[in-house]
């Protein structure tokens, strides 16, 4: 029993460093994890009001963009862009929706567009595009999160009577 007692204090001794293991540091595990984030993708997308009923996210991502799409096609309808300029029939608007809610637009133009008044076009859009609905903006690890995203926008021309 003596032998069996000195054997297990033996072995208890000098299995203590099976037992120690290496804890990386906090900078490790930061870096580590940071580099595991797809930062290019977001868990959950903005969302409207309308589409907060939709469950699948697919879905629910479309619905905005056609939402999106369609209450800035509304605003500009009312305008004067198609009168001004006839040959143009879409606009590239970047939309960015900031953590805060709040969202901002920017006419996006071709690099050779000297054919456009972009100045013009872009205080008319800036002029013409307020007043939307409050937009949830996108979540990354539970976190809200700028997004941005180009959504093209038909100008339809007006019907004459």
């Avoid at 479309?62 to 209450?71: A, D, G, H, K």
């Avoid at 939309?95 to 456009?116: A, G, H, I, L, R």
Wanted: net charge neutral; with cysteine; hydrophobic share 40%.
């Amino acid at each position: 029993m003596r032998q069996f007692f000195l054997l297990f204090i033996c072995v208890t001794f000098h299995s203590c460093q099976y037992f120690e293991k290496q804890v990386p540091s906090e900078k490790e595990l930061l870096q580590k994890e940071l580099k595991s984030i797809n930062w290019k993708e977001v868990d959950e997308y903005p969302s409207l009001p309308d589409c907060d009923k939709i469950g699948d996210k697919k879905l629910r991502q479309q619905c905005f963009f056609e939402v999106m799409s369609n209450l800035i096609q509304e605003k500009l309808n009312v305008d004067t862009l198609s009168i001004l300029y006839p040959e143009l029939d879409t606009i590239e608007v970047k939309v960015t929706v900031f953590p805060n809610s709040t969202m901002k637009f920017e006419p996006q133009f071709p690099k050779d567009s000297v054919v456009y008044d972009t100045i013009k076009i872009d205080s008319i859009l800036h002029a013409r595009l307020v007043d939307f609905p409050k937009v949830n903006p996108a979540i990354k690890r539970g976190i809200p999160v700028k997004t941005q995203f180009i959504l093209p926008v038909i100008i339809k021309a007006k019907e004459e009577k």
